[in-house]
């Protein structure tokens, strides 16, 4: 079975600067995706960046990028620039040839 | 991309009831799901939703504690049946959308069930 951990449970990141949320998961497949989701207060789950395994070049979606480690199964997300409305849950989600696994979520604080 | 819209959007509930979620997309997709977030928590799959078929649940949930409709390609419905304070949690629809490498599961707004 696939998992995903996320091993910072809080992180805090002043405005206008960069904050990395890390990400490591097991898996024996050879061939899946992965996600980076956001959860607002509002609870509506908002897709951030996605990454194909294939792919050596990490995904990158405006202020958003991974760095995507195949050997290491690790997957981190960069947010440059923070901003207020950066402020979330953030989780991080794996998919081969089942539904989405979710690691347990980074809380995301900015301080104006 | 796909929208997806859920009913209600928040219940109270006595224990011992049962409350019928929908869920509707905005175009045709082949694979549903439903998943739980207790408070605080990460989401957890509960069952896919298969059209024309009897759902395929996980580990830890049974039918005739969440019953899955999936009459067609762009509607689902979760019944929380014989509810108790356990049960009071975030539910979420996702649905599947895109194609080939663009795939990717979208999410509706959840339903926040309070069961009293």
């Known amino acids: 079975a696939q998992t995903v951990t996320q091993s910072q449970p809080e992180m805090s990141v002043q405005e206008a600067e960069t904050v990395t949320l890390s990400c490591t998961y097991d898996t024996s497949e050879s061939d899946y995706y992965l996600f980076w989701y956001k959860q607002p207060p509002s609870r509506q789950m908002i897709l951030v960046i996605r990454?194909?395994?294939?792919?050596?070049q990490n995904a990158t979606e405006n202020r958003f990028s991974v760095n995507f480690q195949k050997a290491a199964k690790s997957f981190s997300l960069k947010i440059s620039d923070s901003q207020l409305g950066d402020a979330a849950m953030y989780f991080c989600?794996?998919?081969?040839?089942?539904?989405?696994?979710f690691g347990k979520g980074t809380r995301l604080s900015v301080i104006a | 991309s796909a929208v997806i819209s859920q009913k209600p959007s928040r219940d109270i509930c006595q224990r011992g009831t049962s409350l019928t979620i929908q869920c509707q997309v905005d175009?045709?997709?082949?694979?549903m799901f439903w998943y739980r977030q207790q408070p605080g928590q990460s989401l957890t799959l509960i069952a896919t939703?298969?059209?024309?078929?009897?759902?395929?649940?996980e580990s830890g949930f049974v039918i005739d504690k969440f019953p899955i409709s999936r009459p067609n390609l762009t509607f689902s419905t979760l019944t929380v049946s014989n509810m108790s304070p356990e049960d009071s949690s975030i539910y979420l629809c996702?649905?599947?959308?895109?194609?080939?490498?663009?795939?990717?599961?979208?999410f509706g707004p959840g339903t926040r069930l309070l069961v009293l």
């Open positions: 996702s649905a599947l959308a895109g194609q080939g490498a663009r795939e990717t599961q979208y």
């Open positions: 939703a298969n059209q024309g078929s009897e759902a395929t649940y």
């Open positions: 989600a794996f998919s081969g040839n089942t539904p989405l696994v």
């Open positions: 175009s045709q997709v082949t694979m």
């Open positions: 990454q194909e395994a294939y792919k050596q």
